[in-house]
């Protein structure tokens, strides 16, 4: 690698902090319908921008990225910046306020390494209320374009009770009642979650395929009586003790020959592939107190101790999208 090239990786932070600033202005969503003046922006959204010269240099480093234009003084949000707008179809804002709360804790990776290690606290018990909207918006954003290609490669098959542990609010759960019509589907999740999960699968007009369930599954059991549970990008957010304990519960739940079904980074032997893991272990090395991502090896092993047998992974992943799947004996 070239020195520049060095160099431009160090630098790249910059035009992301440039967006993410833009986001969490809703500067996007404001700039969508008309272009505005500097001036008027700023009326806009009054005490986020406390000084008019600040937010005319953001807006004119956002019109450099490419994400929003400008002419004779007044700006836009530009074409292909359009899923930055929160009212926008495919939205891809909650995403990006994700990673802008995802911007504090990975600005403590050197100290964590240094000299503190991983945080006793999971940023997740640290979120405010808007901070878990956007999470749980983002994870809808992520999943969307590829639960349906997920759940076609699972194939529910014969199944007629999915427990989606985790499930958020329920883009996978969709996705798997979509590909079966004879199944039904409980999500079962943190209750503020499950809230969240209520109103957008009243939205889509599931709630009468969808039993919710609130608890936290490293403190409550599971619901019982299913025939295939779900683990979708779960497992990286716990440590191996968490996530064995995590199996045992699973496999409670399941009557005798059900299967569960893990989605998430599935790592080669060596941890520097998928590159996509390799750096998403460091978002779980900065955001929670023991999680990560796991080897093939290390996810069969917790699955047979917690007594699942015939594991096999069904599919090599590049981006959170590895499957594993299991069955409790018959």
């Not at 992301?16 to 806009?44: H, N, Y």
């Not at 594991?311 to 590049?318: A, D, Y």
């Amino acid at each position: 690698m070239k020195p520049e090239d060095l160099l431009a990786r160090a630098r790249g932070f910059m035009e992301s902090r440039i967006l993410l600033s833009g986001a969490e202005l809703d500067l996007f969503t404001l700039l969508a319908p008309a272009p505005l003046t500097a001036e008027e922006v700023w009326q806009r959204i009054g005490a986020r921008a406390p000084t008019l010269r600040a937010l005319t240099m953001l807006l004119d480093a956002l019109c450099a990225l490419g994400l929003l234009d400008k002419q004779e003084g007044r700006y836009r949000t530009a074409a292909d910046a359009a899923p930055l707008a929160a009212d926008a179809p495919g939205s891809v804002l909650p995403m990006v306020l994700h990673a802008a709360g995802l911007w504090r804790t990975w600005s403590e990776l050197t100290s964590i390494v240094r000299e503190r290690g991983a945080p006793a606290t999971p940023s997740s018990e640290r979120r405010g209320p808007r901070d878990l909207e956007a999470f749980i918006g983002a994870m809808h954003v992520v999943g969307r374009p590829v639960a349906a290609r997920i759940a076609a490669e699972v194939d529910p098959g014969k199944a007629r009770a999915l427990l989606d542990v985790g499930g958020a609010t329920g883009t996978y759960s969709e996705a798997f009642l979509a590909a079966s019509p004879a199944l039904r589907a409980t999500i079962f999740d943190l209750p503020p979650v499950i809230e969240l999960a209520r109103a957008r699968l009243e939205q889509a007009g599931l709630l009468d395929r969808v039993t919710l369930v609130a608890g936290d599954y490293h403190e409550d059991p599971l619901p019982a009586g299913h025939d295939l549970a779900l683990l979708s990008a779960v497992i990286h957010s716990n440590s191996p003790e968490q996530n064995l304990a995590l199996y045992r519960k699973v496999h409670d739940a399941l009557e005798p020959g059900g299967r569960v079904v893990i989605r998430d980074h599935v790592m080669e032997p060596e941890r520097t592939s998928p590159r996509a893991g390799a750096i998403f272990a460091i978002n779980m090395l900065v955001g929670t107190a023991g999680g990560g991502t796991y080897t093939y090896g290390e996810i069969k092993d917790g699955l047979e101790q917690a007594g699942f047998s015939r594991v096999r992974l069904l599919q090599k992943g590049e981006r959170m999208d590895g499957l594993v799947e299991a069955f409790k004996p018959a």
